[in-house]
């Protein structure tokens, strides 16, 4: 495996796997360009060294190649981000592309067209990738968000460059954060786990219990929760096949020594919409037609509490509906405290996916210890230890 600090770039063309799969309005503009900044340090790294770069990315998850997912639409913002003009393909692979990756300059940037464009790339098929290698003398894969998939561009077109290929400073920087809270948190250490579902963060909950003092397990798992513990939760999402596994994890808990925190009291409505009637309920006694869309103030209370008695802290997932103002009291108050700890000397680190769209729109990003790009990413290499993309980079 090589290292891109020592790498030697002259007169090579490097292809990057990025993670620009971000946020666009109706009018296809940009509204978080973080992924996009994140990738800067790395395509310099190349350009400074002589080389020339070609960025691939997926964005979305595309059908019949709609024009709402051509990466076209992020061009002026990584040219922006960049401060240099970049040319891009009408496709990832064909004529076309291999005619503008051939006549590429030294320090020139070229930006393929979505990968997903093309079923292969999901499918992780060969051909697909050995046709994308074909374009460049060497491989960095800098998208931890999507070294969770064993895709064409993230994991099977790094066997076309045995001894050419290596992890991007996002990929680098990423691996270090996650390792220094599993591997050497300062205690207390807590985690805060938030967002839809428990069946997509159960098997995290069960690995990071071995690790934290403490875990707060909100948002719309707070329903399927007590649901299984025997309470109303009226019109809650409610993931019916998993209220079994809620009385294993407490009772994993309390063998381990982790104090819980769930949701007592939630924000209620009877209307999906920001400026509907609201009223705090007990998250237990919810009435029918009425769903909880965001923690109350007693949960605000004793959750903040929590995070700002502890010295690691790693949040993945919003406690509320945050895209609705009137919802995003509860993870403001979260993101508050973890700032507040953090600024107190504690190391944080958001995960991923909504936390950091969160984080963002309270413009609070600069002011926590690490954003992480990743969400599923981050969740599965907590939960195994790696991932194919980091594997098919390590591979001899």
Known sequence: MQSIETYDFSGKRAIIRVDFNIPLDLDHKVT???????????????????????????????????DKFSLRHIKSCLEEDLG??????????????????????IGEVLLLENLRFHKEEAAGDENFAKELASLADCYINDAFGTAHRAHASTTIIAKFFPNDKMFGYVMIDELQAIDKILSQPERPFIAILGGAKVSTKITVIEKLLSKVDMLIAAGGMTYTIQAALGGNIGSSMCERDYLDVVPKFISHAEQLGVKLGFASDAVCIAEFKNDTPSKICPSNDIPNGWEGVDIGPNSCEEFVEMIKSCKTILWNGPVGVFEMDNYAVGSR??????????????????GGGDSVACINKFKLADKVSYNSTGGGALLEYMEKGTLPGLDAIKQQ
């Open 84 to 105: 240099m003009k970049v040319d891009i393909t009408d496709d990832c692979v064909g004529e076309q592309a291999k005619q503008k990756a051939a006549s590429l300059k």
């Open 333 to 350: 108050a979260i993101a508050d405290a973890i700032v507040e700890a953090t600024q107190n000397g504690a190391y944080s680190l958001i």
């Open 32 to 66: 978080d360009d973080t992924r996009v900044r994140a990738s800067v340090p790395t395509i310099k790294r190349v350009l400074d060294g002589g080389g020339s770069v070609i960025l691939m990315s997926h964005l979305g998850r595309p059908k019949n190649n709609e």
